[in-house]
């Protein structure tokens, strides 16, 4: 049996039907993946992942890269909690990001599994980094070609939702292109986010904030994203080098629980 595939918007998302992934067969796990590189983020309802079929469909991605940020899942330590408390007015994710930019190698994927959700909202938002780079002008183009821009996991040290409290977890600032070749496709793909990007190599912060703030927004821009409504039971699988991800709060007052494994990647050129 195949996927069957469902595009959520023209430029980004995928709807996967008709398969289990804790029984895929290796023809099955490789439709899975082919159908994640080529929209960037794709959905599946009705998966009901327990730990353990978690973290199996994790490894056949790849090395797990535990989050050194999050508190790990009780017995679990590979699966980060992405909880969200009733009394909370922000959330984490809350703002447009890739996640582990800051790595030397970052993420290739992100595994969410939704375990708990609030009566309404708590939607996530994907915006895709190929889509942006195909419709950057030719000028802009050339000159973000010979860039690399520095990431750093700074912002956690400033979280208001309990993250970063744990000083030994920071690391030393990395340099990626902001322009990528994506290591599997080659296909191109714009690489800054608003959380975790402070400025250009060689230039300061200062000079880079213009130029920043345009692409953060150029970027994300609705005609570039898809919104992945969560169900009981769901699974979203992204990757982190072909999109960013936005965690919408508009659940206050609600509980929130989803369980995220993030599947290590490789150097970026």
């Not at 050339?142 to 993250?163: I, N, P, W, Y």
Request: charged residues 20%; aromatic residues 10%.
């Amino acid at each position: 049996m195949e996927w069957v595939t469902e595009k959520l918007t023209g430029h980004v998302g995928a709807f996967l039907t008709g398969q289990q992934l804790n029984s895929l067969t290796d023809a099955g796990f490789n439709g899975l993946r082919n159908a994640l590189f080529e929209h960037g983020v794709v959905v599946m309802p009705d998966q009901y992942l327990d730990p353990e079929a978690h973290i199996d469909l994790a490894k056949r991605f790849g090395e797990i890269d535990v989050n050194r940020f999050f508190n790990p899942v009780d017995g679990y330590p590979e699966i980060a909690e992405v909880r969200t408390k009733p009394e909370m007015t922000q959330v984490i994710g809350g703002t447009w990001h890739s996640d582990h930019s800051y790595d030397p190698a970052p993420a290739m994927c992100s595994i969410l599994s939704a375990r708990a959700l609030p009566p309404y909202g708590g939607d996530t938002q994907f915006a895709s980094m190929v889509a942006a780079a195909d419709a950057l002008s030719p000028g802009l183009r050339r000159m973000l070609e010979g860039l690399r821009a520095c990431h750093t996991d700074a912002s956690f040290g400033q979280s208001k939702v309990g993250l970063g409290g744990e000083p030994t977890a920071h690391r030393e600032p990395v340099f990626h292109p902001v322009l990528i070749r994506h290591p599997q496709t080659g296909v191109q793909a714009l690489y800054v986010n608003g959380d975790f990007t402070t400025h250009f190599e060689g230039w300061s912060a200062e000079e880079s904030a213009p130029l920043l703030d345009y692409l953060y927004r150029f970027a994300t821009q609705p005609v570039f994203t898809c919104r992945v409504r969560w169900a009981p039971g769901m699974v979203a699988i992204w990757d982190n080098r072909l999109v960013q991800h936005y965690a919408t709060a508009d659940y206050s007052g609600h509980a929130r629980l989803m369980h995220r494994i993030t599947v290590a990647g490789q150097p970026l050129n």
